[in-house]
C-alpha cells in the first residue's frame, strides 16, 4: 500500500509539472497572438484582427469549458496563428514604386522624411564633347546633359544628394557620369541651377529621367529626345 501511495503521489506531481508548464505554455502563445491582434487592427487589418482576438479567446478559455485536453488546444492556437499570419502576409500591400510622369519644365516634389525640394528639368541636350572636373572628355557613344533646378522648401540649409538615372527605349538604364549641384548647403526658399552628365550609346532614343526620393514614388521626367 505504502509502494503504491507514494508511486500516485509522484504520478499526481509529474501532472501536477506538465499542467503548469502547458499553462505557462498558452499564456505566452496567447500574449504573443494578441499582440498580433492589435497590430492587425492598428494595419486595417479588421477581419483578421478580429480572428486572431477569437484565438486569444480561445486559448484562455478555462480548460471546464473544453472537452479535449491542453495539449491539443494548444496546437490548435499555434496552427491557427500561423494560419492567420500567412494571410496576412497575402494581403499586404504591395511594394512595388509607383512612377509619376512630368514634362519638361513641369515643377514636382520631393520628399526625403524631413526635407523637401522643388525640382524641375529644363531640358536635355546631346553633347560630343564634355568638361569635367576640369578635362575635356569624349565618348564612343554621346553624352546626355540634363539641366534643371532645386528649391529648398524647409526652413534649414540643406545637403543634396539625389539618386538619378535615365533609361531608353530599350529599358537600358545609365547612372550619371557626373552632375553639378552647387557648393554647399542649398539655402531655405532659393533656387540652385544643377546639371547632370550621362554617357549613352548613339543609338538609345526616347530617354526618360527617373528620380527616386524616401517614398515609394519614382518622379519619371520624359527628356523628349
Known amino acids: 500500500m ?97 512612377f509619376e510622369i512630368y514634362s519638361l519644365n513641369e ?17 536635355a541636350t546631346k553633347e560630343n564633347k564634355i568638361i569635367l572636373n576640369g578635362e575635356e572628355r569624349t565618348s564612343e557613344g554621346v553624352f546626355i546633359k540634363v539641366n534643371g533646378a532645386l528649391i529648398n522648401l524647409v526652413k534649414l540649409p540643406v545637403n543634396i544628394g539625389i539618386n538619378v538615372w535615365i533609361k531608353d527605349s530599350q529599358n537600358n538604364s545609365y547612372t550619371s557620369l557626373g552632375y553639378n549641384l552647387g557648393d554647399g548647403p542649398l539655402q531655405p526658399n532659393l533656387r540652385r541651377e544643377i546639371f547632370y552628365i550621362f554617357e549613352i550609346p548613339k543609338q538609345s532614343s526616347e530617354l526618360k529621367l527617373f528620380i527616386k526620393d524616401k517614398t515609394k514614388i519614382i518622379k519619371v521626367v520624359d527628356l523628349e529626345i
Open 2 to 98: 505504502k509502494k503504491s501511495e507514494k508511486q500516485s503521489a509522484k504520478e499526481k506531481e509529474v501532472q501536477k509539472k506538465e499542467v503548469g508548464f502547458i499553462t505557462v505554455v498558452d499564456a505566452i502563445v496567447g500574449i504573443i497572438i494578441a499582440i498580433f491582434c492589435l497590430l492587425a487592427l492598428i494595419g486595417g487589418f479588421y477581419l483578421i484582427g478580429a480572428l486572431f482576438f477569437v484565438l486569444v479567446v480561445f486559448i484562455f478559455l478555462p480548460q471546464r469549458v473544453l472537452k479535449f485536453s491542453k495539449w491539443l488546444k494548444l496546437l490548435i492556437g499555434i496552427v491557427g496563428f500561423f494560419v492567420l499570419l500567412a494571410i496576412m502576409g497575402l494581403n499586404l500591400p504591395s511594394q512595388e514604386s509607383v
Open 107 to 123: 515643377p514636382f516634389i520631393l520628399n526625403y522624411k524631413d526635407i523637401n525640394l522643388s525640382m524641375v528639368v529644363y531640358n
